[in-house]
């Protein structure tokens, strides 16, 4: 088992940056693909990014292509969102999750395929 608890929401002008931070505990974090979904009001959970156990495999939703990039510190323990050019769509509820996989460069988009998640964080983009 795994606990996620993702750090570095806010408030930021359309334009800007933030940072997002998902520090994982519990099982060793390399046997764990890992993504970052949001979720804005009245709308469904959707992924905005997702890497392989090894990070060397990644992917993107079309929205946030060139904009967004996921990574991932095995060492240390965490996953990384930077995210640029924010616009208010991009508004929501941030979340990690964990997915365990034996395979070192499987990418999973779907929420059915992670079993482990954070508890979220507000990201909010005013125009």
């Known amino acids: 088992q795994v606990q996620l608890v993702e750090s570095g929401g806010g408030l930021v002008q359309a334009g800007g940056s933030l940072r997002l931070s998902c520090t994982a505990s519990g099982r060793t974090f390399s046997i764990y693909a890992m993504a970052w979904f949001r979720q804005a009001p009245g709308k469904e959970r959707e992924n905005v990014a997702a890497?392989?156990?090894?990070?060397?495999?990644?992917s993107y939703a079309d929205s946030v292509k060139g904009r967004f990039t996921i990574s991932r510190d095995n060492v240390k323990g965490t996953l990384y969102l930077q995210m640029d050019s924010l616009t208010p769509e991009d508004t929501g509820v941030y979340y990690c999750?964990?997915?365990?996989?034996?395979?070192?460069?499987?990418?999973?988009?779907?929420?059915?395929?992670?079993?482990?998640w954070g508890q979220g964080t507000q990201v909010t983009v005013s125009s």
């Open positions: 890497i392989s156990r090894s990070g060397g495999f990644t």
């Open positions: 999750a964990a997915g365990a996989t034996p395979q070192t460069q499987a990418v999973r988009t779907a929420t059915g395929r992670y079993d482990y």
